[in-house]
């Protein structure tokens, strides 16, 4: 197994070198001619477009998880918070839902006459980051201190109390006039479809807008990202993910930066659980369960961990099995073989089985981040035995 | 962070106990001064100002808690020995509760078996249960854990979670989508006494009947067994218990099947109590256990059954007085607290992690 | 020993540490040590293992907290401040067992030692306006300069910090703690696996960084060649407390000193 590892090495290592050095812009720039080209090949409400829509949504999403679980190296496991404040934002911002108001920035004209609060959809967008941002660090705060496994499970408690303030939401007075915080299980809908002055408003008959709106936002998250990666605080992150001592010790200020990473990763979530609002049309509780955040989750690490082309390869592989190739195309699968159940009904047991595979041969995911392989060894956590509070341990004292 | 630090100083063990004593006195003071609805006479509220109602609170938490602490001891122990969080316990536990459910099928249990068959059957089915649960649990350790053993801990806690959604479908595929409702074999409901006005159930009395003994037995196990001063000393140290001459290997793979086994205990339990099962009530039980585990102060069994227990108390009281649709989020807001005031828990050392 | 070109050895400490205690909880790693280290010199803490070298080492950066003593910085009490802030007041260390970024290539480890001498922020990150773009290449014009000045081979600069080998990841963790232009240098045992020649070669270069660099060195070592080599100052720990200072020869005879090394090998 390994002399194939080693064969496939050599073999990428020569394709490499015969390749002009400008190559890896060709890709880019080809990829991106393809990406805006695409609706032109389907039909405007094809299945596959849907698909392909929601796949680079959670792209848009992959990216900021792997801002916070990549770069920065916090295990988020309650991610899918971030999305419910985003689809919120556009559910407080973008429909009749606080019924009381009437406010109306740059939206369709027949939106500018409905109650409620009806902002341009940019401007939704810049709020779901503000508000994911600032979310971001709150949830970030508690976890500064804290070992890796256990910032996971206050994450996930995090996400955990946001799905229940979701549900409860309807409870939960804002005002006066009967306005509640959220819809709960019921849902906010009727949420505006974006809309821009000379193009109108989307509609859902043609996906072609809606394909490009994602598009444009996915290009824009992805810029970010990569100028963050090759910047001070992207190897700010790095570091403090490689070895939070030595980074400290350096004079990367841990608060300040750590919570960078949260509201960051928070904010692209948001943005994309934005899109997700007025896209499903609907925003209500039931969305936002726990398996979300392992979902996108498992995107960045089959993508591979802290690689931002990783981070949105997997976004959009996972998208598509989830959205495409197991409920349309290998639905029927199980029952060829005589068994009694839909592939739909075992989807997170398989993504449950993508990770476990993942983790166990190649851990360094797909696309593997240029800056590190996953080395295996614990050679660092070791070291950090000589740092512990508590005396007496082997190599802890000079 | 110093305010911070200084809140933590201050807060030790003491500030954390009251803080979760707070509620049930908040309430009992409530309760007395103002008093609670403990029903309708002839269409009016019948207002009682006694401590009945708290009473309940902590008969039925303890008897919760019970079911809590079994799950709860498995965390603690594994997360002792090898520091990661078994996230598939509680799916293990979930499938505890529908091999029991299961095995009353096969054996024929059912509301019409007499009292001697019934007992026979569920000790039956319980011992198999465990055995199930508890080689699921070795299985595990084994395919998933053992050869990630010194890849980083986030590869791991990954593989854990991939798991857990591996045995959640398995449950879903094996009875559905919704709660099931199962057979009441003991009819748990029924009030065995009362004490000071606070009935007792069976189901009471079934969940500590069969914590209490576990527990002891194991406690036995650990502290004066080989295998279990061999469990104490790799979770102290492994290396130093390897060149002791331990098999570290063998000794995790021992504290995987006996965490599994309780949680397959508690799975019955919980059938029987509950007497409704569902492929997601090991998720959600899961969480539960290790906030609970953490209270107590992880990789301490003394330390899982108390939080077990103090957990299932401050359900009961959030269920019966602020609602149950806030009591997953009150549950989750004090394990919140603990993990940034006290990590360590009531009975922990001072651990790692600590900055 | 000095050149001609050594800066005039002043009176003025660039470090005083004073009555420095640290207890674990039951276990009193330092015991009442008092320092003080005068600006340009180099002073060398030695001592035999489990003596509490490191520890007041990650005192003096700000990885632990004195429970008792006060450290100072020139004027300023550094006794409780976080270890980045006490880096931006110009302390740099290397670490006893190499703690680079091992994701990261060896210019890049060097790069982040510069970084609390860099401004650039968030929006500086995403924009990149002239100044930042300034910055980042003159920053890694600096690393550069800094890898060959410390002796690193050019074709290795950009290769992963975990690829090089051990002694030319000891010369970028120097380089990256030069980075942060220190006034202070704290050294953990930068001999620790070297043959004489390399540690006759990193007693000159500590030489050299003192007089071309204007530094302040601490460092803590077990090769009494290279300590009784460079040092103008030796202070000796065992248990916890000091029980030497002085000259290099005058340590090196004190009794106290020789029976807490030999009586070690019983």
């Known amino acids: 197994m390994s002399e194939l590892r080693a064969q496939l090495r050599e073999w990428r290592a020569a394709v490499q070198k015969r390749l002009p050095p400008w190559w890896s812009r060709a890709l880019a720039g080809s990829l991106i001619a393809i990406g805006i080209v695409l609706p032109f090949l389907f039909s405007s409400s094809s299945g596959f477009m849907n698909a392909t829509i929601i796949a680079v949504t959670y792209a848009v999403m992959s990216l900021g998880l792997n801002v916070v679980v990549g770069f920065a190296g916090l295990l988020d496991l309650g991610y899918v918070a971030f999305y419910a404040l985003g689809a919120y934002s556009l559910g407080w911002f973008g429909s009749g839902f606080f019924f009381k108001e009437h406010i109306h920035v740059l939206v369709s004209p027949i939106a500018s006459t409905l109650q409620g609060v009806h902002l341009n959809f940019i401007l939704i967008l810049i709020s779901a980051a503000i508000i994911c941002a600032v979310a971001g660090a709150l949830i970030g705060l508690p976890t ?63 996906l072609r807008p809606w394909y490009w709106l994602i598009f444009a936002i996915l290009l824009v998250v992805l810029f970010v990202n990569l100028r963050l990666r090759d910047s001070r605080l992207g190897r700010a992150w790095v570091a403090l993910r490689e070895d939070e001592i030595a980074a400290v010790s350096m004079g990367i200020p841990l608060v300040r930066t750590k919570l960078l990473a949260y509201s960051i990763g928070a904010a692209f979530g948001g943005m994309s659980g934005a899109f997700f609002g007025t896209y499903y049309t609907v925003v209500n509780a039931g969305q936002f369960q726990f398996g979300f955040s392992i979902f996108i989750l498992a995107m960045v690490i089959i993508g591979g961990l802290g690689s931002i082309w990783g981070a949105i390869i997997g976004g959009l592989t996972l998208g598509y099995i989830n959205n495409y190739l197991i409920p ?22 398989i993504f449950g089985f993508l990770l476990v595979i993942m983790m166990v041969l190649r851990p360094q995911g797909l696309i593997p981040e240029r800056r590190r392989r996953l080395e295996l060894t614990a050679e660092i956590a070791a070291g950090d035995a000589q740092f512990m509070e508590s005396p007496g341990t082997a190599g802890g004292a000079t | 962070m110093r305010p911070l630090a200084v809140v933590r100083r201050y807060v030790g063990r003491w500030g954390l106990i009251a803080a979760l004593a707070a509620l049930p006195i908040y309430y009992g003071i409530s309760d007395l001064t103002n008093g609670y609805q403990a029903g309708l006479v002839a269409g009016h509220p019948l207002i009682h100002y006694d401590l009945a109602k708290l009473g309940f609170n902590f008969a039925e938490g303890l008897s919760n808690g019970a079911i809590w602490a079994l799950i709860a001891i498995g965390y603690t122990l594994v997360y002792g020995i090898i520091e990661l969080i078994n996230f598939a316990h509680g799916d293990v536990f979930m499938i505890g509760s529908f091999t029991a459910v299961g095995l009353w099928g096969t054996l024929g249990l059912g509301l019409t078996t007499g009292a001697l068959g019934l007992i026979g059957g569920l000790v039956i089915t319980l011992i198999i249960t465990m055995i199930v649960t508890g080689s699921l649990n070795v299985l595990i350790e084994r395919v998933a854990y053992r050869p990630l053993r010194n890849a980083p801990k986030l590869a791991a806690l990954i593989t854990a979670v991939g798991f857990s959604f591996i045995l959640q479908n398995v449950g879903l595929i094996w009875r559905g989508g919704s709660p099931q409702s199962v057979s009441d074999l003991i009819h748990g409901q029924q009030t065995v006494f009362t004490i000071a006005g606070v009935p007792i159930l069976r189901s009471y009395i079934l969940a500590f009947a069969v914590m209490v003994p576990l527990v002891i037995t194991l406690t036995w196990f650990i502290n004066r067994t080989r295998a279990g001063r061999a469990m104490r000393a790799t979770a102290q140290d492994p290396e130093a218990a ?37 492929y997601f009530q090991g998720f959600k039980a899961g969480l539960i256990a290790f906030t609970a585990a953490v209270m107590g102060g992880i990789g301490n069994v003394r330390g899982a059954v108390l939080g077990g227990l103090i957990i299932g108390v401050i359900q009961s009281l959030c269920d019966s007085r602020l609602g149950p649709q806030w009591t997953e989020a009150v549950v989750f807001g004090y394990l919140i607290a603990i993990m940034v005031l006290r990590p360590r828990g009531l009975l922990g050392e001072e651990t790692r992690e600590a900055g | 020993m000095s050149s001609l070109d050594t800066p005039e050895r002043s009176a003025v400490a660039v470090l005083r540490a004073e009555h420095i205690t640290k207890n674990f909880g039951g276990l009193v790693a330092v015991s009442d040590v008092s320092v003080d280290v005068p600006q340009y010199s180099i002073v060398s803490l030695i001592g035999p293992n489990g003596a509490g070298k490191t520890t007041l080492f990650n005192m003096l950066t700000g990885l632990y907290r004195p429970t008792e003593g006060r450290i100072l910085l020139g004027e300023r009490d550094i006794t409780r401040g976080r270890p980045d802030v006490i880096t931006r007041y110009g302390v740099a260390r290397t670490f006893q067992n190499i703690r680079l970024f091992g994701a990261m290539t060896a210019v890049e480890n060097v790069m982040i030692g510069h970084h609390t001498r860099m401004r650039a922020g968030l929006f500086g990150s995403i924009f990149r306006p002239p100044g930042v773009r300034r910055e980042e290449r003159e920053t890694r014009a600096r690393a550069r300069e800094l890898l060959a000045y410390v002796g690193l081979r050019e074709p290795v600069f950009d290769q992963l910090a975990s690829q090089l080998p051990y002694g030319d990841q000891r010369r970028v963790e120097i380089a990256r703690a030069l980075a942060s232009e220190p006034r202070l240098l704290l050294l953990d045992e930068p001999t620790a696996g070297m043959n004489p020649r390399e540690s006759q070669a990193l007693t000159e270069f500590m030489r050299q960084l003192r007089d071309e660099l204007k530094l302040t060195i601490l460092l803590i070592e077990h090769d ?32 106290g000193v020789i029976e807490a090394y030999l009586g070690r090998q019983e």
């Open chain 1, 328 to 349: 349309d195309v290998l639905n029927g699968l199980p029952s060829h073989f005589g068994l009694n159940f839909q592939l739909t009904q075992v989807e997170f047991g």
């Open chain 3, 224 to 255: 009494m060649k290279v300590v009784m080599g460079v040092s103008e100052r030796v202070t000796v720990l065992d248990y916890g407390k000091k029980i030497a200072e002085g000259p290099p020869a005058e340590v090196r005879a004190d009794p």
């Open chain 2, 242 to 278: 390897r060149l002791m001459g331990i098999n570290v290997n063998a000794t995790i793979s021992l504290t995987f099947l006996l965490g599994g086994m309780l949680a397959g205990a508690a799975g019955l339990v919980y059938a029987l109590y509950e007497t409704n099962i569902w």
């Open chain 1, 144 to 206: 500064l201190r804290l070992r890796g496994d256990y910032i996971a499970i206050v994450t996930l408690a995090f996400g955990e109390i946001i799905g229940v303030l979701a549900v409860n939401g309807q409870s939960v007075r804002i005002g006066s006039g009967g306005m509640t915080l959220t819809a709960g299980n019921l849902g906010i809908s009727a949420v505006d479809a974006p809309y821009f002055p000379g193009i109108g408003s989307f509609s859902l008959l043609d």
